[in-house]
Structure formats: structure tokens, C-alpha cells
């Protein structure tokens, strides 16, 4: 009980996370701070994604409606909706396809419907997995981190017990500070790890939910090219 009071008033009744990771030894400090800079990065994606997401939907909502209103739709294909909306790549994917399966006339209708659904379904897998490559770096904090935390906290333990060996002590004066050191970076692992899984899950459900509209929109695009193939 003694050495319990002592070391509460040589280092104070709360921690302080900087003097943990200051005492702590080089290889949990290092383990720490790839552990800091991989939650900086988890957050600036969180951040990013966000936004881009909120850009994307809002930009695809207002084309997809022009689409519908307009009959020159070609004319809304500009450079600058290719390259920013999703959706009008999709209906770009169609539209290319119409006019190549159509140039030279139409010999089999079927086999221009099912080229003209194959652009563009494969263009909408493509908006989806550019999409959730983004959120590969979520997915490994969230499932690395604790793991790499763990580490840390076993180096620390060790290095724990070797200080027991080395001054022939077992006092909690000697124990406590390298275990409280370990168990920091522990900490730091599920700090950086558990925001990283509730970001991916529910971006992961965000951008399946995209995928199925941009779906969706491919298929009223190819039913009316479908509907300009009867007349052709």
C-alpha cells in the first residue's frame, strides 16, 4: 500500500497521455505513433469521403433530372459532366454504344440491347469499385490496429518483467509505469481502429446504395434506347 501511495503522488492521480508515450520504450513508441498517424489518415478519409459523397449524390440527382427533361441528351454529355458525374458516365456508356451499334445500321436489335446493357452495367461496377477502393484503408486499420496495439502492449510487458529481472524488484513502483505504457498503446490501436469499422460499414452501405441507383438509372436509359432501337 505504501509503494501504491508513493507512486500516485510522484506521478499524480491522472495520466497524461504525452508522459506515457515519452517514458514509453522506442519500440512501443514507435508502434504508437504509426498508430496516431494511421487515425489522422482514418479521419481525413471519413472527412473526404463524406464530402465526395455528398458532391457525387447531389451532382447525380440534378443531372439524372436534366436527363429526363431534356430530348437533346447528348447535349448534356459535356467533358466536364464526364468527368464528375457518375452518372453521366453511365448514360455516356449507353449513348456511345447506341450510336456504334446504329451507324451502319441495325442487323440484330437483340445483340445491340444486350451491348448497350453490358456498357453500361459495366460502367456502373466500375463508378462502385473506384468508389470502395477508397475505403480499403478503413477496412485494414479497422482489422490491423488492435492487432498491432496488441504488440506494443506485449513489448511493453516484456520490457516490464526485464526491469524486474534487472533491478531485482517486483515493486508496483517498477512495474506500473512500463504496463501503463504497454497498455497505452492498446488504447491508441482501438482508438484508431473502432472509428475505421463504423466508417466502413456504413460507407460500404452508402456505396452499394449508390450502385443500385446508378443501376437503376441504367436501366430507364436503356429501356428508351431500347425503344429507339424498335423504330430504327
Known amino acids: 500500500m505504501t509503494n501504491i501511495l508513493t507512486l500516485l503522488a510522484s506521478t499524480g492521480t491522472r495520466l497524461d497521455p504525452l508522459e506515457l508515450f515519452l517514458d514509453a520504450d522506442i519500440v512501443v513508441q514507435a508502434v504508437m505513433a504509426g498508430l496516431i498517424l494511421a487515425s489522422i ?33 447528348e447535349a448534356l454529355l459535356t467533358k466536364q459532366q464526364r468527368r464528375e458525374v457518375p452518372s453521366a458516365r453511365v448514360a455516356a456508356a449507353g449513348l456511345d454504344e447506341w450510336k456504334k451499334s446504329t451507324s451502319g445500321g441495325v442487323r440484330d436489335k437483340a445483340a445491340a440491347r444486350e451491348r448497350i446493357q453490358a456498357a453500361m452495367e459495366g460502367q456502373v461496377a466500375h463508378e462502385a469499385d473506384e468508389l470502395a477502393s477508397r475505403l480499403n484503408f478503413l477496412a485494414t486499420t479497422g482489422s490491423v490496429a488492435p492487432f498491432v496495439g496488441l504488440f506494443g502492449t506485449v513489448w511493453g510487458i516484456m520490457n516490464s518483467f526485464f526491469q524486474i529481472g534487472a533491478q531485482e524488484s517486483s515493486s508496483l513502483a517498477v512495474v506500473a509505469p ?15 481502429a473502432i472509428p475505421a469499422v463504423i466508417a466502413y460499414n456504413r460507407f460500404s452501405n452508402r456505396v452499394n446504395r449508390f450502385e443500385a441507383r446508378l443501376q437503376r438509372f441504367a436501366d430507364r436509359v436503356h429501356a428508351g434506347l431500347s425503344r429507339e432501337l424498335d423504330k430504327a
Open 41 to 73: 489518415w482514418v479521419w481525413t478519409i471519413i472527412v473526404a469521403f463524406s464530402m465526395r459523397m455528398r458532391r457525387i449524390e447531389r451532382r447525380g440527382l440534378d443531372y439524372e433530372h436534366d436527363f429526363w427533361e431534356t430530348r437533346e441528351r
Open 178 to 192: 512500463g504496463i501503463s505504457e504497454a497498455l497505452f498503446a492498446t488504447a491508441i490501436g482501438l482508438f484508431a
